[in-house]
């Protein structure tokens, strides 16, 4: 597969990064060195033509220039012409300008040979220049402040006189002057070239130099990049080609561990391990997600069960095919937690149903039960056959009971209490039971046990309503036939004491009439006790029978305050009624709640003392109608506001008064004002007195069809 390769892409990148690196670590410092002396060389010529030569010829050329200058002011005035300056006084600047050339001659910019060359001819110069100022000086002391009538010098004319020979001294030393700066002018020119010709070999040869380690760097980086992507790049791309196809869900593709350098081989390999990891990690997320579908599934059939027995036999069908086992047992203990209550089993098709277990087998069910729960909460044995679980003597007791040939036994119990044992078997073969799979048992066990108690627990509720629903229908039975036996004696007893009071049986004396008044006040208390209990238990038995009108609110308050009048005047309370609106009018059942409201009113006298008001009053809120019923009696203490609704109640100051009551008053008429989607609300202070407000809905107006 890889015989094609190069050798070198078999090797490790960083054993090629190495060998790249040792490569430029030659070859870079290779060229650096050569371009190092050459440019050292060009610098050394370029410093000798900016520092020294450049200085020597620059002021070389000051020197003929003054010189010259100098030369010829002097013929001026050697003529006896005016000349513009003083030819000896240019001799000090001459002079300085002979230093310049002096010193950048000997800079040490130049070599010992080139100083040596400039040495004599720049003290040769300097002689000349001397010379020429000492004759010049010398002839001009014999010159005639006048204008000469002498022959110019140099003339042929001139006769030979020591003004002349001072002349021809001063012309010769000029001359002289002028070759020996001609010559050293000619050596710094020759000296001059020679260096910008080194410097311009020096740059060439530092540009090859540069150029060919370049080249050389550029193609081993080219190489060794061709030489990366054969063993680095190629493979990389078709591990990431692997990668996308992974991300497709081709999850078993693999790479390719013989390709590329060593770390992408080895690269590929740990990504085929990482991938094989993972298939198994999805296969076991995969069983995970099973084994919670499965408990999920328990769950929603024990839930649905209507019965202990039923809701354990799906756990356990369940959860035997869901593990695909060959046969589940559970037993269920009794109160005492250790008599087997129940058994129920679930096995494969090919299997039959298991006997009872041994007398032996079952007294430990209990004991079992605790050790599993207090210890380490479930018991495996992927093989019962082995040597160290068959010398376990209720191993062996149990195999031989079920034969059963791998057992995952778990306990079923909540709280403190044991309810049970969950068996799980293998039958014809061992299995190593995984962590998800007792996990799953586990919440099986837990749901079976939730179950037992719940299911439990809802059939004593069942009973429990069934009796108090029994013993509440006995009670309304019971209060109906006594108070219908009641109300026969009681009607009799009535008529006869009216017979009596009319004198139907002879004369009735004072004491007699006093006695008769008595019997009929509380003859008539019965009555209404009996009424009072007749319409609750009638309400309870088959609701609020109601037979809904509309009724003006005006008229009903009308109706109380005429029945109660005579009350009220008798215990000296003066009862009062304000104007209702003729349009406020409610839609229910008008005996009902004259009723409700009489039983209000009648509270509202019995409560008030003498001298005291009740005031009857209605108006609309919103969509609802508030009649209120307003006393200044004694009121209600606020302890017992809550409990006024309640049967054969009385409030502790109307009981301490002595007033007379059964307690069913209002009672009676909560119902009634509920039976009609109203609300009773009481509003008291103790001592200063009651209001009671029934809201009823305002009757919606019947819908008119236009006329066409």
């Avoid at 040792?22 to 610098?43: C, D, E, F, N, W």
């Avoid at 002839?139 to 020591?162: I, K």
């Avoid at 039976?675 to 029934?694: C, F, P």
Wanted: charged share 25%.
């Amino acid at each position: 597969m890889t015989g094609g390769l190069p050798v070198v892409s078999r090797r490790s990148v960083g054993s090629q990064i190495r060998l790249l690196i040792g490569i430029l670590v030659v070859l870079v410092p290779i060229g650096a060195i050569i371009s190092v002396a050459t440019i050292h060389s060009q610098g050394a010529s370029v410093r000798a033509l900016t520092l020294a030569l450049g200085p020597a010829r620059e002021a070389n050329s000051a020197v003929l220039l003054d010189m010259t200058r100098a030369e010829g002011a002097w013929r001026q005035r050697v003529v006896g012409a005016p000349a513009p300056i003083d030819p000896l006084s240019l001799r000090s600047r001459v002079e300085k300008e002979l230093r310049v050339v002096e010193a950048a001659t000997q800079s040490q910019e130049l070599s010992p040979d080139d100083r040596a060359v400039f040495a004599p001819l720049v003290a040769a110069q300097r002689t000349a220049v001397e010379t020429w100022f000492t004759a010049a000086a010398a002839s001009l002391e014999n010159v005639p402040t006048g204008p000469s009538t002498q022959a110019p010098p140099g003339s042929a004319d001139a006769p030979t006189t020591p003004e002349t020979q001072q002349r021809t001294r001063v012309e010769t030393a000029y001359a002289t002057f002028l070759r020996a700066n001609g010559t050293l002018e000619e050596a710094i020119r020759s000296q001059r070239d020679a260096a910008r010709v080194e410097s311009r070999e020096a740059t060439g040869i530092t540009s090859g130099v540069i150029i060919a380690v370049a080249a050389v760097v550029v193609l081993v980086l080219v190489a060794a990049g061709f030489g990366m992507d054969r063993a680095v790049g190629r493979p990389l791309a078709r591990l990431r080609e692997v990668v996308r196809r992974q991300a497709e869900e081709d999850v078993i593709a693999m790479a390719n561990q013989e390709e590329g350098a060593l770390e992408v081989r080895m690269l590929a390999r740990d990504f085929n391990d990482l991938t094989r990891a993972n298939a198994r990690l999805v296969d076991q997320q995969a069983a995970v997600l099973e084994m919670q579908e499965l408990v999920l599934d328990v769950g929603r059939g024990a839930r649905s069960a209507l019965d202990v027995h039923e809701a354990l036999q799906r756990v356990t069908t369940k959860l035997g095919a869901g593990l695909g086992a060959d046969r589940v047992l559970l037993y269920t203990l009794g109160d005492d937690g250790q008599t087997i209550e129940d058994r129920l089993q679930w096995h494969t098709d090919d299997l039959p149903d298991l006997p009872p277990l041994p007398r032996s087998l079952a007294q430990q069910v209990g004991a079992v039960n605790d050790e599993l729960r207090r210890d380490v909460g479930f018991f495996d044995l992927g093989d019962l056959l082995a040597h160290q679980a068959y010398d376990d003597e209720r191993a062996r007791a149990f195999h031989r009971a079920t034969g059963a040939r791998s057992l995952l036994m778990l306990p079923v119990g909540t709280g403190g209490r044991g309810l049970g044992i969950l068996s799980v078997m293998m039958v014809g073969a061992p299995r190593r039971w995984h962590r998800h799979e007792i996990q799953a048992a586990q919440q099986c066990a837990a749901i079976a046990a939730q179950s037992i108690v719940a299911l439990r627990l809802s059939q004593m509720q069942e009973e429990q309503v069934r009796r108090l629903t029994e013993l509440d229908r006995q009670k309304t039975d019971f209060m109906a036939t006594v108070s219908h036996e009641l109300r026969t004696p009681l009607t009799s007893i009535s008529g006869y004491l009216e017979l009596l009071v009319d004198g139907d049986f002879g004369d009735v004396s004072d004491g007699q009439h006093v006695a008769l008044d008595i019997i009929g006040r509380n003859a008539t208390r019965l009555r209404g006790l009996i009424e009072d209990l007749l319409v609750l238990n009638k309400i309870e038995i088959s609701g609020l029978q109601a037979v809904s009108e509309e009724v003006a609110v005006r008229d009903l308050l009308r109706t109380v305050t005429e029945t109660m009048e005579p009350v009220a005047a008798a215990g000296g309370v003066r009862l009062l009624c304000t104007d209702v609106p003729d349009d406020l009018v409610v839609r229910v059942d008008r005996g009902q709640v004259e009723r409700a409201l009489i039983n209000l009113g009648s509270n509202a006298v019995k409560f008030t003392p003498e001298g005291g008001q009740v005031l009857l009053s209605a108006e609309r809120a919103g969509d609802s109608t508030i009649i209120s019923v307003h006393d200044t009696g004694i009121g209600i203490p606020a302890g017992d506001l809550a409990r006024l609704s309640e049967r054969f109640f009385r409030a502790g100051n109307a009981t301490a008064a002595a007033i007379p009551g059964t307690g069913l008053g209002l009672a009676i008429v909560r119902a009634i004002v509920e039976g009609h989607g109203g609300e009773l609300v009481i509003a008291s202070v103790e001592g200063e007195g009651t209001t009671m407000q029934v809201v009823l809905p305002v009757a919606q107006p019947a819908n008119v069809p236009a006329r066409r």
